[in-house]
């Protein structure tokens, strides 16, 4: 499978959600980075993940040019994410909208990748194969122009409409987080706890998500699983320390555990 994520200054963004997929059984990892950070991205992860090193703007973020070089590698992979970390420059967004609309593998949509999104929406009804959208409220609000506070009255009824009108699996991220697929399909998530809402826990769990992709398993299927063990994780972790200092690291370590309860 293949993450593209990461910016000079979100690269733990990319580490975070290539270890989680490792965490969760994907037996190979390629974590796709803008060309100048590949050697940094080395350093800071574990030599069990494989990186990429792509087109990159004078900024150090993805450039457009980097659309190319996707379409050379992606049929090598099952599953394939886009989003974590990976800034907000013109041409990522619009890399971001190219790889949205035209990888022909599963793709999991998160984070800046969702920013990229809003506003372009239709092009989920052209894309040519299943996405996942793994948005937060706020999120959410920018995809479909409603208030935040609009999108939290009704969460249930927001994620299975814009899953059902864009053929797509929407996971909308929050307290009981809500999964919704194209058929109209509903899953509340009871796992996870306050301590989980820090920094780079949204990319621990686009990793889970496209590691169960890239195993063979359904788009809704994968949603619902990742959020779940997502969640689990983080009740083990808040067991065994405290919710207030948990990190996102903390959630992957106990990704095996949650696994292992749940699955064997």
């Given at each position: 499978m293949l993450i593209i994520a990461g910016s000079p200054s979100m690269l733990?963004?990319?580490?975070?959600?290539?270890?989680a997929a490792m965490r969760c059984g994907a037996g190979l990892v390629t974590a796709a980075v803008p060309c100048g950070l590949n050697l940094t991205l080395q350093k800071k992860i574990t030599n069990v993940v494989m990186t990429k090193p792509l087109?990159?703007?004078r900024r150090g973020t993805f450039s457009l040019k980097a659309f190319d070089q996707l379409?050379?590698?992606?049929?090598?992979?099952?599953?394939?994410a886009i989003g974590p970390g990976i800034g907000r420059d013109p041409g990522t967004l619009h890399l971001a909208r190219m790889v949205i609309l035209h990888c022909p593998k599963p793709l999991v949509v998160d984070a800046d990748a969702l920013f990229a999104l809003a506003g372009h929406t239709d092009i989920l009804l052209k894309a040519k194969a299943g996405r996942i959208l793994t948005p937060h409220a706020g999120e959410m609000s920018r995809l479909t122009?409603?208030?935040?506070?609009?999108?939290?009255?009704?969460?249930?009824?927001?994620?299975?409409?814009?899953?059902?009108?864009?053929?797509?699996v929407l996971l909308l991220k929050g307290h009981r987080t809500v999964v919704a697929?194209?058929?109209?399909?509903?899953?509340?998530?009871?796992?996870?706890?306050?301590g989980m809402a820090t920094a780079g826990s949204g990319d621990v769990l686009t990793g889970m998500i496209t590691a169960f992709l890239g195993?063979?398993?359904?788009?809704?299927?994968s949603a619902c699983w990742g959020?779940?063990?997502?969640?689990?994780?983080g009740d083990?972790?808040?067991r065994l320390k405290f919710k207030r200092g948990m990190i996102a690291s903390d959630i992957i370590e106990n990704i095996p555990y949650a696994l292992k309860n749940n699955l064997l």
């Open positions: 733990g963004a990319a580490a975070l959600s290539s270890l087109a990159q703007s379409k050379n590698i992606w049929d090598g992979y099952d599953a394939i122009g409603r208030s935040v506070r609009k999108t939290e009255l009704d969460r249930l009824k927001t994620a299975r409409d814009f899953a059902c009108y864009y053929k797509c697929s194209a058929q109209g399909k509903t899953y509340i998530n009871r796992t996870g706890n306050v195993q063979g398993n359904p788009s809704y299927g959020a779940y063990l997502h969640g689990q994780a083990r972790m808040a």
